[in-house]
């Protein structure tokens, strides 16, 4: 990477790698490091772009396949009431994309996962390698 461009993404600083999930293809799935919204998940695309503009066609569809595949998963997983899907990029200009289950436990179900205000969950390690093992279990993973 040159000094002028730095991708927390590309030098592997960010998700944690200890969260990692597995490969779909044209991303990487990968546990977000908050697990306040129990299952929320993060799909990485494999190359650097920041626009969905800068895709094929048909790297747009895959990436849409990819999504739908991890929030059908974790639909299996936890008792979800609704997906929350979201690109943003404004602090890592990577296409990364957000896949965030919804529970009906939901403290505030009509907000958007970023305003609501919480303390951070990270996973034990047991905890962590057993919603990694399901995880993978669900997307047929080994």
Known sequence: MSELFSCKICEHVWPPQDHYIGD??????????????????????????????????????????????????????????????ELLGNQTPHIHWHVVPRLHSDPDPLSPVWCVSHEP?????????????????????S
Do not use: C
């Not at 969950?121 to 993973?141: A, D, M, N």
């Open 24 to 85: 779909l293809g044209l991303t990487k799935a990968y546990l977000f490091d908050d697990q306040f919204f129990a299952g929320w998940t993060v799909l990485i695309l494999q190359v650097h772009r920041t626009e969905l503009f800068q895709l094929t066609r048909e790297e747009r569809m895959g990436l849409i396949e990819e999504i739908s595949l991890v929030g059908e998963a974790l639909t299996e997983i936890f008792e979800v009431k609704k997906i929350n899907s």
């Open 121 to 141: 969950v990270h996973l034990s390690p047991k905890l962590l390698k057993e919603r990694l093992s399901l995880f993978r279990g669900s997307l047929g993973i």
